[in-house]
């Protein structure tokens, strides 16, 4: 009996489909909770709809809902969110489908008029089953590919982040290497100060360290900039004494600005990513 019942309830809504669908975009085009909507057309909202309505008889009558709800949402969620549309509204506008449904005035007369209330109670039970399962993996697949996008964006940063979860070699890597730019850095400031007497151009080459130390270790890392300002202004007092201080001091000081701003943004970045895990989890 109940499908019987369902059959029929399907094939009106098959037969209906391009109608509510219609009915469906002229909704979500101009509900204010779906402002994404808005600026699109008919052409690419209708079929939306259009594909649900007329996959509805596959997902109703499937053995396994979950998986195959997944399938099919699977698809919907991807779209929605390569056409830039937030999770809250790719989930409203679901619900929206689901109203279109059971308002529409033919499917109404059809179902109510001809099977007695426990048989189309357990029509509606069977169909918001379908539709929870649809908000969950919607929602899933959003959380999937907002992953996917962070990872993807970040790449460059993540390598020269070069992070070792362990804490093992890639650790010791960052600290060898960083203590040969320093050793680099403390030759030529003494090159240059004490062989050749000057003390420009050289120092440019220090901002590489400086960078690194404060994405490898953020506000640790400022350390670095530090040691560096610290080095060509000794240097300075030791090997340029008839030379103005005012270059190096300035120098010095940016060496720590530069380094204390990218520990920041690096911070903040840190932030960031954290906070698209917990909500990716």
């Known amino acids: 009996m109940m499908k019987a019942y369902a059959t029929r309830l399907i094939d009106i809504i098959e037969t209906k489909s391009e109608e509510m669908a219609r009915r469906w975009a002229a909704d979500v085009r101009k509900n ?23 996959h509805f008889r596959q997902m ?7 998986d195959t709800a997944k399938g099919f949402f699977a698809r919907y969620a991807e ?4 056409g830039k549309i937030p999770l809250h509204e790719a989930v409203y506008g679901l619900i929206l489908m689901r109203r279109h449904l059971w308002l529409y005035a033919e ?14 109670a357990e029509g509606l039970n069977r169909t918001i089953l379908m539709f929870d399962y649809a908000m969950y993996q919607i929602t899933e697949k959003y959380q999937e590919l907002i992953s996917q996008d962070v990872d993807r964006k970040l790449g460059a940063i993540k390598t020269l982040r070069m992070e070792d979860p362990a804490g093992g070699k890639q650790g010791v890597f960052k600290a060898g290497l ?23 151009i050289f120092t440019h080459l220090f901002y590489v360290p400086i960078i690194l130390a404060s994405i490898w270790w953020r506000k640790k890392g400022v350390l670095v900039a530090l040691f560096l300002g610290i080095l060509i202004i000794a240097s300075h007092a030791l090997f340029l004494k008839g030379m103005p201080f005012t270059d190096d001091i300035i120098r010095a000081f940016m060496f720590v600005l530069t380094g204390y701003v990218v520990a ?14 917990t909500l990716t989890t």
């Open 178 to 200: 960083m203590g040969a730019f320093l050793l680099v850095a403390c030759f030529l400031t003494y090159y240059y100060h004490a062989k050749l007497g000057v003390g420009v």
């Open 107 to 120: 499917f109404q007369t059809a179902y109510v008029t001809t099977v007695d209330l426990h048989q189309m």
């Open 60 to 66: 109703f009558f499937t053995d396994n809902p979950f």
């Open 264 to 277: 920041r943004l690096m911070d903040g970045l840190k932030k960031v990513e954290d906070m698209f895990r």
């Open 32 to 54: 204010h909770r779906t402002p994404s909507y808005h600026g699109l057309s008919e052409e690419k909202v209708i079929p939306q709809a259009v594909f649900f309505y007329t």
């Open 79 to 82: 779209e929605r969110y390569r």
